[in-house]
């Protein structure tokens, strides 16, 4: 194995690792806030309570994400000299506003927050929403750079480097407009089956009933509505791919040849080699439908694109490994389908005071905690593997972007060292939160001085 491959695996594991915490701070530290919120407006002391539990586990997970994140920071330098040296004029700048305007903001009134409750009620919920707030901006920052290497906007190459010549083009990036909002609601439905799949113990523990009830019902809410919108925007996004990277949805798609309309193949033998589909279940036009809106209309298939690439590019292989980005695809679309899926039945149950009357549904809600995980890894998969063989689209192959300077055995050793540590850090977080989930929320804290009542309101929980 040589350097450039070590890299690519060393980044995709310190990624993955990272990116297990990522979706849950998005979307826990918004409910958090809704739960505070309530307790506010309503003086319910059960909402406290709910409050102090649900952040304990976020701030768990939010301390392991930030230390699991700083390893990244050093790729960009060591493994991957040439890339920030080709486009560190651009992606640098939104990184740098991430750490300086979010960042900062999120760890500054996280520590309010945690320090605070003997404050005032109104100025400790203002705290919890920014850090929500600065939250989901620092990964508007982050998906701004990366939306760049996925398409280039805003920019000029100038003495073999691409420069900036457009922050605003940045910031409107197509590609941003789609993923940004993918993400947080991926996050947002992460943390509703998180709170929900929790809950569910609870419930089939018969204990603290009454406040995981509640909390069933915001995480029930927040769910069915992240993940259906999470689809919406996912077809959304798929279209403009179709458009912006067709090599990646014709390899998401298995789809060898250019097809009008083309099919949709549910299962598939993919060769890569022969470059065919051994055996495939097909449903017919359903990929020009899912591109179009209507069932005619050509589909590029994976040789064409080939073919396009090298007359624009120069010789080579163009192709993204077909076969991962298939299953990871389909993975992603299962697990969205299940989500969807369970998440309709509890709300069915849960309308008809039957819900936990049903252990089976309430054990396959505690059970499905790790779906939208895996759901969440799939879908990065896909975007970052699928933009192969480019580390920036168009412009920069992934072998142009290697440091040339550090040794194979020197990424070897940072690599088994950064697996083994993140790994352990990941099996702390785990550790952490069941240890958490197990103590439960205990009694009611002592709650502090009253202040002068607002308007009361139920939310409806």
Request: glycine fraction near 8%; hydrophobic fraction near 50%.
């Amino acid at each position: 194995m040589d350097a450039l491959l070590l890299a690519r695996w060393q980044f995709a594991i310190t990624s993955s690792y990272h990116f297990l915490f990522v979706p849950l701070t998005l979307g826990l530290s918004v409910l958090v806030a809704v739960m505070e919120t309530i307790y506010v407006r309503t003086g319910d002391e059960k909402y406290r309570q709910m409050t102090r539990f649900w952040g304990k586990l976020f701030l768990i997970n939010f301390a392991l994400g930030v230390v699991t994140g700083i390893v990244q920071e050093f790729h960009f330098g060591m493994n991957w000299s040439e890339y920030s040296r080709f486009v560190g004029d651009i992606f640098g700048a939104p990184l740098a506003v991430e750490a300086l305007a979010a960042f900062f903001l999120e760890s500054t009134f996280l520590g309010v927050w945690i320090f605070g409750w003997d404050n005032s009620k109104t100025l400790h919920a203002a705290a919890i929403w920014l850090v929500a707030l600065a939250s989901n901006l620092s990964a508007f920052w982050i998906l701004v750079a990366n939306s760049f290497m996925q398409e280039p906007v805003g920019y000029v190459i100038r003495n073999g480097r691409a420069e900036m010549t457009d922050f605003l083009a940045l910031l409107t990036n197509p590609h941003v407009l789609y993923q940004f909002p993918h993400t947080v609601l991926a996050g947002f439905t992460t943390a509703a089956f998180f709170i929900m799949g929790i809950s569910a113990f609870y419930l089939l523990r018969k204990s603290h009933r009454e406040l995981f009830r509640r909390s069933f019902g915001i995480g029930l809410r927040a769910g069915l509505i992240g993940i259906l919108l999470v689809a919406a925007v996912g077809h959304f996004q798929g279209q403009h791919l179709v458009q912006s990277q067709p090599m990646k949805m014709a390899a998401a798609e298995a789809l060898w040849e250019s097809a009008d309309p083309a099919p949709f193949s549910l299962v598939a033998l993919v060769d890569e080699q022969k470059q065919a589909n051994t055996w495939e279940i097909r449903v017919p036009g359903l990929v020009t439908f899912l591109s179009y809106n209507t069932f005619t209309g050509e589909v590029k298939g994976i040789k064409d694109l080939q073919a396009a690439a090298e007359a624009a590019h120069g010789p080579g292989n163009y192709i993204p490994p077909v076969t991962s980005l298939f299953w990871s695809f389909r993975l992603m679309v299962a697990a969205g389908l299940w989500l969807i899926l369970i998440a309709l039945c509890g709300f069915y149950l849960w309308r008809r005071g039957r819900l936990e009357e049903r252990p089976l549904v309430l054990k396959a809600l505690l059970w499905s905690i790790p779906v939208p995980y895996l759901a969440n890894l799939a879908g990065w998969y896909l975007a970052e593997v699928g933009r192969q063989p480019w580390i920036v689209y168009g412009l920069q192959r992934v072998e142009e972007g290697v440091s040339p300077a550090v040794p194979a055995g020197a990424v070897l050793t940072t690599m088994v060292l950064f697996t083994l540590l993140l790994g352990a850090l990941v099996a702390v977080n785990v550790y952490l939160l069941v240890r958490a989930v197990r103590q439960g929320p205990g009694e009611a804290a002592p709650a502090p001085p009253p202040e002068q009542s607002a308007p009361t309101v139920t939310w409806g929980v």
